[in-house]
T-cell receptor, first 115, second 111 residues
Framework: EADIYQTPRYLVIGTGKKITLECSQT?????MYWYQQDPGMELHLIHY???????EKGDLSSESTVSRIRTEHFPLTLESARPSHTSQYLC??????????????FGEGSWLTVV | RKEVEQDPGPFNVPEGATVAFNCTYS??????FFWYRQDCRKEPKLLMS???SGNEDGRFTAQLNRASQYISLLIRDSKLSDSATYLC????????????FGAGTRLFVKA
């Protein structure tokens, strides 16, 4: 089982609110990711990090921001939530090893609804 | 053209059937290949890695054809619990970052 945790699991908030989705992993992985997925649709990478103080935008443009101050922690922040941000956000991590070390492990996801 | 393409679903099969999923990838430098399973409203979970020589895990068999840039997953003796979306995943060269998830193929196994 993967040791990667996301909070909150479910969140309903009003438009314009600032939110932070937390993600922590205890596997010592250097790479971490945030994916966005609408129900029944494909995964879209929105942010990734190679390690501490490294963050990059993914393939899908997102108004969210991320930070990586500690290896184990990769929070995602929306400064002003909008209904279009309603989605599932999945945090993931992997290490830099070859072969099976390349496996990406996912957290259980955070379901965000903006009303 | 997408970098990773999978069979469009859904696949509707009876229990006990054998079902095969196909996946093609466009980057010939890709080095790691995986099949993930995703249940409805859950996170993707690793089903199995795919090795060049092909590999088997119980009822599941994965094959890789580098020349054709093609990956397959065979499920034998389908169970109701196999109903899920199966994601083909392709990763760039070791040390690189790029990991591409396919859009997934939905499988429904019916009694």
């Amino acid at each position: 089982e993967a040791d990667i945790y996301q909070t909150p699991r479910y969140l309903v908030i009003g438009t314009g609110k600032k939110i932070t989705l937390e993600c922590s992993q205890t596997m010592g992985h250097d790479k971490m990711y945030w994916y966005q997925q609408d129900p029944g649709m494909e995964l879209h990478l929105i942010h990734y990090s190679y390690g501490v103080n490294s963050t990059e935008k993914g393939d899908l443009s997102s108004e969210s921001t991320v930070s990586r101050i500690r290896t184990e922690h990769f929070p995602l922040t929306l400064e002003s939530a909008r209904p279009s941000h309603t989605s599932q956000y999945l945090c993931a991590s992997s290490d830099s090893g070859a072969g099976s070390g390349n496996t990406i492990y996912f957290g259980e996801g955070s379901w965000l609804t903006v009303v | 053209r997408k970098e990773v393409e999978q069979d469009p679903g859904p696949f509707n099969v009876p229990e006990g059937a054998t079902v095969a999923f196909n996946c093609t990838y466009s980057n010939s430098a890709s080095q790691s290949f995986f099949w993930y399973r995703q249940d409805c409203r859950k996170e993707p979970k690793l089903l199995m890695s795919v090795y060049s020589s092909g590999n088997e895990d119980g009822r599941f068999t994965a094959q890789l054809n580098r020349a054709s840039q093609y990956i397959s997953l065979l499920i034998r003796d389908s169970k109701l619990s196999d109903s899920a979306t199966y994601l083909c995943v392709v990763r760039g060269p070791t040390g690189g970052f790029k990991t591409i998830f396919g859009a997934g193929t939905r499988l429904f196994v019916k009694a």
